[in-house]
């Protein structure tokens, strides 16, 4: 195992410079913080090409060897440096971005679309119970933070090993599955639009969540097949986009 | 309109402290930050003891001045200074805390308790999707997160002027909503605790969250009238706790 001691070396910033998308896009790489992720990585056979473990890591004596990965010893300065966390677990692993491409049509199933979600916390949050509530994939729109950011990372707790992530033009997604059959559900903060529990439950659709201030742009809202309302009983002017997607997520899956 | 502008006037270091719940005990107030949370206070006749504003404030000129309200100019430095975002609106009150208190024996409507809640953001997050879905009430027990506490105030987004919020032993609650035949639904990640869509929509009941990490109470779970479980359909271990409360309170609220 290599080990590394200094802030200042090489290796350390080309693995600073994940946290960048800038960074992620030149490696086609991103790194995963913490045992319950590199653990998941592990389990999924994830493409992982180095792990980063400090002398003191907790788990050390679970962490299995494989010969296809690089391993690395870094100190508790390098841990603390490299992680958004406070109190890092002293467990990093560097793993490839997932290459596998899916056309919109060919995908089947339940497909979340984020159209402008701007939130890293709400983005993993939605990925996470998108994959609870059993959907295929989910679709980042052009203008919804980056997949692998890190603290979209962190909220996903690996989500991403279970389901498809794709960053593509929501248009030509909505078309192919309006095209299949296929509804496909907008959701708005509008009293006009359908409330989401009159439409029942699908095992092939679409639902897209826009942005946190903005709501969905308005000309997806209008090549959508029917748009939905979550009605609010009480004095909030609207909900999390996080907990409106898991509303709607649950309530229309088959 | 007083005018302060150093850091370091006695003032500015008393809405300092309201950062700290033992600053909020002393002074019995918190701070609100920005200008959607005082405009609903005002518009809620919260008992507003003080208004702090920066002279380049956005909306100053929409700001009313009532007679039972001392306002302060502050300077942009001190609004850095006291608030918890990068950049702040330039708008401030303190509000004195909301001294009605209810008894679990004469309360009715839905409630949602909070056992051992810690993450701030999801607080404020379940208190907001509490309002929308027209619970009466959250009952904060005694290991979960102050309610005042800045990043809660930030994320109940106003609701806190809609809904009653008690801080209170949770055991007696639940005993008290049992003994007038109140359902008391616990929540709890185990196949074996019964689907959530199956029991139903109620008026009068209590719905229980627990820890992040842990769930809730072994204690509570014993106490209530049934354990709820939401099906995972895919590999996520769990939900995030906010989303989880959402698809709970809106599925069982009539």
Redesign the interface.
């Known amino acids: 195992m290599k080990e590394i001691t200094s802030v200042s070396n090489p290796q350390v910033k080309a693995w600073k410079k994940l946290a960048t998308k800038k960074g992620r896009q030149q490696s086609q790489t991103y790194l995963l913080d913490g045992w319950h992720l590199v653990k998941e990585a592990l389990n999924s056979d994830e493409p992982i090409q180095k792990i980063l473990v400090t002398p003191s890591f907790k788990y050390l004596a679970d962490l299995e060897i494989l010969p296809e990965i690089q391993y690395f010893s870094i100190s508790e300065s390098i841990a603390k440096h490299l992680s958004e966390t406070k109190s890092p677990q002293g467990i990093f692993a560097e793993v490839a971005f997932d290459q596998t491409t899916i056309s919109p049509t060919t995908a089947s199933g339940a497909w979340l679309l984020l159209d402008g979600v701007q939130d890293p916390?709400n983005i993993g949050?939605m990925v996470?119970?998108?994959?609870?509530?059993?959907?295929s994939g989910v679709v980042f729109g052009p203008k919804t933070a980056d997949m692998y950011q890190p603290k979209v990372v962190r909220?996903m707790?690996?989500?991403q090993?279970?389901?498809q992530l794709v960053t593509a033009d929501l248009s030509t997604w909505i078309q192919a599955f309006k095209a299949k059959n296929y509804p496909v559900f907008g959701s708005e903060l509008n009293k006009d639009a359908r409330s989401y529990q009159e439409v029942g439950q699908h095992q092939n659709f679409a639902l897209i969540m826009g942005n946190e201030g903005n709501g969905m742009s308005a000309e997806l809202l209008q090549q959508t097949s029917l748009n939905l309302y979550?009605p609010?009983?009480?004095?909030?002017?609207?909900?999390?986009v996080?907990?409106?997607?898991?509303?709607l997520m649950?309530q229309l899956?088959d």
Chains 1, 2 share one sequence.
Do not use: P
Request: charged content about 10%; proline content about 0%; cysteine-free.
């Open positions: 916390g949050t996470r119970t998108a994959d609870a509530a059993g959907f909220s707790q690996g989500s090993f279970h389901l979550i609010i009983k009480g004095h909030a002017e609207s909900l999390n996080a907990v409106a997607a898991g509303i649950f899956i």
